[in-house]
């Protein structure tokens, strides 16, 4: 009986229709589209217009209760036939997917990357991380005064140009999702990883690629991303408390700042997370007042490489 159990060509179960020619062989309803001159590959006979269902087959195999594709990696789920591809997809022991959202600190987010499709990423992102989609063309810019507000917000305790204060969770990270605008809507998404550390009073930045065409699947990104100020200035008008004004002179002015990195898909950046490939000093940002002016920004500019 384990015989009739999967399809003859792709050794699956099948998990739909079960077709059969007039001798009686099987085949699933993903390899009959396939079969060549619509002959049955085993004793060429034709499956005609009308193709036959193995219902007595299908009847036998839908009680039945299957392991899961991963059970030699852990999994002990037990499944109906309809349900094992749609359970492999979100296994947790499916060695294809990746928790990119638990690894970047999202705690008790189980969602994963691998099998999801690029509208389910745009969805999890904006509805769940409050992180949606950006469509540019070339260049993502960012407000100064939006990242130091996120900073900010991500650090209550911290005092601008004060000292960082240790806590239990000395990194937080804020996140972009950024597609380029491609003719079909169908562009490859990145997300930008902004971590916040506490402890080393600093901000690194990583670029993912979270989701690609297959197509594009060999192809190479890199990123390059520039803190710039509209009017650098290395002075700045202060109030005394009679009302007197005096120029400062330390303002501290050392834009832009520019660095390239490449861009890393999913599995080889989680080794990555808890590292710093770009170190951006926050007292710096705040002693030379990133953010104060309107065009102050942090621009993003993916290419392949």
Request: proline letters at 7%.
């Amino acid at each position: 009986m384990e015989g009739f159990q999967t399809c003859p060509i792709c050794l699956e179960i099948p998990e739909d229709n079960i077709y059969q020619c007039s001798a009686g062989h099987i085949i699933c309803n993903l390899c009959i589209p396939k079969v060549p001159a619509n002959l049955c590959p085993q004793c060429r006979i034709s499956f005609g217009l009308s193709k036959i269902r193995s219902r007595v087959l299908e009847e036998i195999l839908d009680p039945i209760e299957y392991p899961c594709k991963f059970k030699s990696l852990g999994c002990e789920q037990l499944l109906k036939r309809w349900q094992i591809k749609r359970h492999a997809e979100a296994c947790f022991h499916n060695p294809n997917l990746t928790p990119l959202c638990e690894k970047m600190g999202y705690q008790n987010c189980n969602f994963m990357l691998g099998s999801a499709s690029r509208a389910q990423i745009i969805s999890h992102f904006g509805t769940v991380h409050n992180c949606p989609l950006k469509l540019k063309p070339r260049i993502l810019e960012v407000p100064g005064k939006l990242l130091m507000e996120q900073f900010r917000l991500r650090n209550k305790q911290r005092v601008p140009g004060g000292a960082s204060v240790p806590t239990e969770t000395p990194c937080l990270s804020y996140n972009i999702l950024y597609s380029l605008i491609t003719p079909d809507e169908m562009g490859p998404l990145f997300l930008i990883f902004v971590k916040v550390n506490r402890i080393t009073d600093s901000l690194s930045l990583l670029c993912i690629r979270v989701w690609h065409p297959e197509f594009h699947g060999s192809f190479r990104y890199r990123a390059k991303l520039q803190l710039l100020r509209s009017t650098p200035q290395s002075t700045r008008i202060v109030v005394n408390e009679d009302g007197s004004q005096a120029q400062l002179n330390n303002v501290i002015n050392p834009f832009p700042l520019t660095w390239e990195l490449m861009v890393y898909n999913v599995k080889e950046v989680i080794p990555l997370l808890n590292a710093s490939l770009v170190n951006i000093s926050i007292s710096l940002l705040e002693q030379s007042r990133f953010g104060d002016k309107a065009r102050d920004r942090l621009l993003i500019k993916i290419s392949l490489a």
